[in-house]
């Protein structure tokens, strides 16, 4: 149990760090190709990326995580398998692609002129779509065995190459095909790499019935969560495009960009470190529960102060990085850290329900969100516009949140004390936060930096009393033997 402790800290640890590397390319990237663009080219992107991510998620069956929790996670067989029907699949949903493009734009070109594009733009970046499917199963491999180093790196590079190709094409002819040459780029490197710097047996065509049954069993709920993932995350696009003008779409799209940075790194580690943990104890339910529990607090801690850090410093924050043109962006991104705060709350529940192989709770989780969307989204947006749908689109967040903790709670765990706790510090560290920055000058730099420190200290205080209180237990342990 230390040796996979050690090997979890060590892959948080670089999980956090390559988090922070990659939002700061992602940050520098979108900064450049905000004054390179126009608003309405990233409205445009964001329904291209909603139905290229629709084609991939609704035929997903789990491939990635069924490597990682099962016990054949590293027979050649069972890995070549789902290398096979990985490839099929991609094959499939590139065609699909080129079928679905003169649909979406004659559906979109009504209210946006510049969606008639799409009938080019879909079928080409649904290429990317074949490139992923051919990438190796050595990157699933690699998180099996928590090589959260290696996996980094690969990642920064990926990213590094999509964002100098967007960048220099956007520089020599700034229009829409540069993000689309970008996320080609991206899924080539990812395909070209994994089967090339990675280590491991080389995937080759196979079909072994065993390995496809289970990857079947195991999938079967996976299919219906991550389809309804799909449109838990992404109804919102596909409904603002109908309902707002595309330049404000394109703005909404970077403080959405900007809102997913604090828990995206809690988020990352609850992937790529807490479910991998998790599984490995998924035949020892006592310590697999014990663990959950010791995992959650530090989750809380790092999620709270990096929401509340942020949500006072969001206006400023944008006036700095961005023109005038995205400054609506300012107010969108605080709506959208209230939804953020419930992911961080909600983020080990799924880790914990999806280790233990229950792939039909974490389903209902996200059907409890997109009902939350379907409803609440388009009744904010009847009684206070825009702004109402932000909060009905947070208010769908703890929906999800609230199905999977009475999930998590009928399996013997309960965390609604600690919730509430962490909660309440949040709205009383945001509120510190924008009262400092309003006495600071209001939404400037220097109102920026007194607002996000403000909002973090009541968060480094409580984790200082954490620290005490497990040292403090630590001690009693190691003497209550003698």
């Known amino acids: ?41 990233f409205g445009l992107m964001a329904i291209i990326h909603v139905f290229i991510q629709g084609l991939w998620l609704f035929t997903d069956v789990g491939i990635s995580p069924a490597i990682v929790q099962s016990p054949r996670g590293d027979d050649p067989r069972y890995l070549n398998t789902a290398w096979t029907f990985q490839l099929v699949r991609g094959t499939t949903l590139c065609l699909i692609s080129f079928l679905i493009a003169w649909p979406v734009a004659a559906l979109y070109s009504g209210s946006e002129p510049l969606a008639r594009d799409l009938i080019w733009y879909l079928p080409v970046t649904g290429l990317s779509a074949l490139l992923d499917g051919a990438v190796s199963t050595r990157v699933f491999v690699y998180g099996r065995h928590l090589r959260i180093r290696q996996l980094t790196f690969f990642e920064l590079t990926l990213q590094l190459g999509s964002l ?54 195991f999938g079967k709920w996976v299919f219906v969560s991550t389809m309804l993932t799909f449109l838990a995350t992404q109804a919102d696009r596909l409904i603002f495009g109908g309902l707002v003008p595309w330049s404000l779409l394109g703005v909404y799209g970077i403080a959405a960009a900007l809102a997913a940075m604090p828990v995206g790194a809690l988020l990352q580690v609850g992937t790529k470190v807490v479910f991998p943990t998790l ?126 903790s009475g999930l998590v709670r009928l399996r013997g765990l309960r965390f609604v004390r600690l919730d509430v706790s962490a909660t309440a510090l949040v709205l009383v560290a945001c509120a510190l936060g924008l009262g400092a920055e309003a006495l600071a000058g209001g939404p400037t730099p220097v109102g920026m930096v007194a607002g996000g420190l403000t909002g973090v200290a009541p968060w480094a205080a409580a984790a200082g009393l954490a620290w005490r209180v497990h040292a403090g237990r630590g001690a009693a342990g190691v003497a209550a033997p003698a």
């Open 164 to 217: 100098l190709v967007m960048v220099g094409f956007a520089w020599v002819h700034p229009s829409v095909w540069a993000l689309v040459a970008g996320a080609l780029t991206k899924s080539a490197l990812r395909l070209v790499i994994s089967h090339t710097l990675l280590e491991g047996p080389a995937n080759r065509p196979a079909w072994d019935p065993a390995a496809a049954r289970a990857l079947f069993t």
């Open 1 to 41: 149990m230390r040796a996979l402790r050690r090997r979890a800290l060590g892959g948080s640890a670089w999980t956090i760090a390559g988090y922070a590397a990659s939002n700061v390319l992602r940050l520098a990237g979108n900064i450049i190709l905000a004054r390179l663009l126009f608003p309405e080219a």
């Open 279 to 404: 599984s490995r104890l998924r035949d020892r339910e006592a310590e697999l529960l014990r663990e959950a529990r010791r995992v959650r607090l530090p989750l809380l801690l790092g999620g709270g102060a990096l929401v509340s850090a942020m949500l006072p410093a969001g206006p400023a924050l944008i006036g700095l990085l961005y023109d005038a043109r995205y400054a609506d962006a300012g107010w969108i991104l605080q709506l959208l850290l209230l939804g953020a705060w419930f992911q961080v709350l909600e983020a080990p529940n799924t880790a914990l329900l999806l280790a233990r192989g229950e792939t039909r709770a974490v389903a209902a989780g996200n059907l409890a969100k997109l009902l939350g969307i379907l409803g609440l989204l388009p009744a904010g947006f009847w009684l206070a516009g825009f702004p109402g749908a932000l909060v009905g689109l947070a208010l769908a967040d703890a929906c999800k949140y609230a199905t999977t």
